[in-house]
C-alpha cells in the first residue's frame, strides 16, 4: 500500500485542522492505521492510531480531548482532526499502516510510511 498524506498548514493557536491519508495499492482494511509527528530536530513520536474497523483507537496523552483519528474504508482514507491546537503540535505529521489489524502506539509496529505533512501552529 502507498500513502498520500494532505492538509498540513499554518493556523493559530486555539485553530483547528483536518490531516487526510490516502492509501493505494492494497485492500485498505487490512491495516491499522497511526498518525506520527516529528518537530524540528526532536524524534518522531505517536500521535493516534485506529484499527482496521475503526472500533478501537487510541491517543497519545498529549493529545487526548483534542484530536480525534478516523478512518473511511470505502474511500481507503484515514483522518486526524485537530482542535485547540498549540504551538507544540507544530511538526511535520506522518502516516503509517501495520501490517497488524489493531490500533498500536510503538513506531516499531508500522511498516508503510507517507510523505508527511508539514503543521505549523503559531502563538
Known amino acids: 500500500v502507498q500513502l498520500q498524506a494532505s492538509g498540513g498548514g499554518m493556523v493559530q493557536a486555539g485553530g483547528s485542522l483536518r490531516l487526510s491519508c490516502i492509501a493505494s495499492?492494497?485492500?485498505?482494511?487490512?491495516?491499522?492505521m497511526g498518525w506520527f509527528r516529528q518537530a524540528p530536530g526532536k524524534e518522531r513520536v505517536f500521535v493516534a492510531a485506529?484499527?482496521?474497523?475503526?472500533?478501537?483507537?487510541t491517543y497519545a496523552d498529549s493529545v487526548k480531548g483534542r484530536f480525534t483519528i478516523s478512518r473511511d474504508n470505502a474511500k481507503n482514507t484515514v483522518y486526524l482532526q485537530m482542535v485547540r491546537l498549540e504551538p507544540e503540535d507544530t511538526a511535520v505529521y506522518y502516516c503509517?499502516?501495520?501490517?497488524?489489524?489493531?490500533?498500536?502506539?510503538?513506531?516499531?509496529?508500522?511498516?508503510?510510511w507517507g510523505q508527511g505533512t508539514l503543521v505549523t501552529v503559531s502563538s
Open positions: 503509517a499502516a501495520s501490517q497488524y489489524l489493531g490500533a498500536y502506539d510503538s513506531i516499531g509496529d508500522y511498516t508503510i
Open positions: 495499492g492494497r485492500t485498505f482494511s487490512n491495516y491499522g
Open positions: 485506529i484499527n482496521w474497523s475503526g472500533s478501537s483507537t
